[in-house]
């Protein structure tokens, strides 16, 4: 019905029709599918939340006389340099050094890799440690500096895995507390945590990745990103609803963007007492509406979205696949839902509230003409599985 | 009446002065402490509520700082930094009295009822985002 080019025409021209995720929903019940889908020609998904598998690359620039870094950390955390002599790879989940991690269990982990992020996106100055073997044409064996993000010639966030599709409400039906990257879980199914936008999650409303796909613009923290690969763990072969929306984890993301031009309030460090530190970031995705198909899926809403509850005591450390049932995200928001007969209050990770404000921005930003949409170069697989790891006695 | 939380800074410790008796005996103010951190010879804090005749609160507050005893109304002893607050809701389950809890369903905001914190520290270790600190 649309193409990308007649979409970004509008675009544009300034005349595009945008909603976000969550108003498409009453307007496609108040016009029927076929007149919304052929006046709307986007509608923004948005999401905020912890993503573990997220960093960048950064290039500091050479020295005088120059040095290879072989080892190197900013602000105490440890940063990848097994690459070329001032390329450093800085990892969300990287521990400070030093930090007692869970030796006084359960840790604080008050700061890391994603606190390094967050602090460099927002401007702070830090430091840069780093050591060398030296080389004939490297000759410094070891620098001590301050920067900031204006003096790295690239920061580039990378992450392999950003957009779970859909995930865990996690709960502890043991009788201990547990510590978990869903936050604590107290004994004996007292509390559940889930961590999704919902009806405003990017894959949520475009279950088969009809139009998200490798290539796609993204808003990555505010920055103009993209898609650059199936995310890590993508696994599209999973239990999905007559809606075909995926009850448990199902596609990710691999997403790119320059942090230069990424906003703070997005890059945000995560401690997560007992289990470590992460980053939380930002992102929205427009899905255009080609056809009445698209925006069928788009206007997908929370009680029609199912997550799995699964008990972090046993069934998940032990990978047991057991699931106590599934709950809808209009259940979940509601702030209790019911599990094996018992009511349960429900927390979350993620922030609803956040994405809703992003979903905010880009619907803005297009509607002004400042982002554009961009078909899919590939598209993300359909027909995968995820492989466990086989621990074997023996080298094959 | 009317309760008031109090936040009490005793720059130089007055530990051996019996301050709460005073507040209770001279000025009829019911006291509930949540928390308090005193040590001779250093620095003492003292989170409270008080409930009385807003008057007689008044009187009390002045007795205090007679003491050098430091009352900031601004100054929390329990601090939620609204604008750092990602409204994640990891908080939520966590928080005895529904202190923090969902303003509005509808954008799943939350909200900090300070009126209703008792102090218990649970969204300072359970916070994320490092949002709820306490000044002591
Ligand atoms: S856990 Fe922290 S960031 Fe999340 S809603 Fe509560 S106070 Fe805000
Ligand atoms: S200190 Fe305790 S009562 Fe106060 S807001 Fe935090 S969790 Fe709630």
Same mark, same amino acid.
């Given at each position: 019905m649309k193409t990308y080019a007649e979409i970004n025409a509008r675009?544009?021209?300034g005349k595009a029709v945008v909603l976000t995720a969550d108003e498409i929903i009453d307007y496609v019940d108040r016009k029927g599918l076929e007149a919304a889908?052929?006046? *709307?020609?986007? *509608?923004? !998904?948005? !999401?905020f939340g912890p993503m573990c598998s997220s960093g960048c690359f950064l290039n500091f620039g050479h020295s005088k006389p120059r040095i290879r870094m072989s080892e190197a950390w900013i602000d105490d955390v440890l940063v990848y340099a097994g690459i070329a002599a001032v390329d450093m790879y800085l990892g969300a989940t990287e521990l400070r050094y030093n930090d007692p991690a869970n030796m006084n269990y359960p840790g604080e982990f008050s700061f890391g890799g994603g606190h390094v992020i967050e602090n460099l996106v927002a401007g702070k100055t830090l430091q840069l440690f780093a050591l060398s073997y030296g080389t004939d044409e490297y000759p410094r064996r070891e620098v001590r500096t301050y920067f900031t993000l204006d003096d790295l010639n690239q920061a580039i966030m990378v992450n392999p895995r950003n957009c779970y599709q859909n995930y865990n409400v996690a709960v502890n039906t043991s009788d201990r507390p547990l510590y978990t990257y869903l936050g604590k879980l107290d004994p004996r199914l007292r509390n559940a945590t889930y961590c999704s936008a919902g009806q405003l999650s990017p894959l949520l409303n475009d279950p088969l990745y009809e139009t998200i796909g490798i290539g796609t613009s993204v808003w990555l923290a505010g920055a103009p990103g993209l898609v650059y690969a199936e995310g890590t763990q993508?696994?599209?072969t999973c239990r999905r609803g007559d809606n075909d929306v995926p009850m448990e984890g199902a596609g990710t993301l691999a997403l790119t963007a320059d942090m230069k031009q990424m906003k703070p309030d997005f890059v945000r460090g995560v401690s997560l007492m007992g289990y470590g530190v992460s980053l939380a970031i930002g992102v929205g995705i427009p899905i255009p509406i080609l056809n009445p198909q698209i925006l069928k899926r788009a206007a997908v809403r929370d009680r029609d979205i199912y997550a799995p509850v699964v008990d972090y005591s046993t069934d998940y450390p032990e990978r047991t696949g057991k699931v106590l049932g599934h709950v809808n995200y209009e259940q979940l928001k509601s702030g209790q839902i019911e599990v094996n007969g018992k009511k349960i209050d429900v927390g979350s990770l993620s922030?609803?509230?956040k994405a809703l404000e992003i979903a905010h921005l880009l619907r803005d930003q297009i509607a002004r003409?400042?982002?554009?949409?961009?078909?899919p170069i590939r598209r993300l697989p359909l027909q995968q599985t995820m492989k466990p790891l086989k621990i074997t006695e023996k080298a094959k | 009446m009317t309760t008031k939380k109090l936040f009490l800074f005793f720059p130089k410790c007055e530990t051996e002065k019996p301050i709460i008796y005073h507040l209770v005996k001279d000025f009829g103010l019911i006291i509930n402490i949540f928390r308090a951190k005193v040590t001779p010879d250093e620095e003492g804090?003292?989170?409270?509520d008080v409930t009385g005749e807003?008057?007689?609160i008044e009187k009390g507050v002045e007795f205090l700082k007679t003491?050098?005893?430091n009352v900031d109304p601004f100054n929390k002893s329990l601090r939620w930094d609204a604008s750092r607050c990602t409204h994640c809701g990891n908080c939520l389950t966590h928080c005895p009295t529904h202190a923090l809890k969902v303003a509005d369903r509808q954008t799943m905001r939350v909200a900090f009822i300070e009126e209703l914190c008792i102090e218990c520290l649970a969204c300072v270790r359970n916070c994320p985002y490092g949002v709820c600190t306490s000044a002591f």
């Open positions: 675009i544009e021209s889908a052929a006046e *709307v020609d986007v *509608v923004t !998904t948005a !999401t993508h696994c599209p922030s609803y509230a003409g400042e982002f554009l949409l961009s078909p | 804090y003292l989170a409270l807003d008057a007689n003491f050098g005893v």
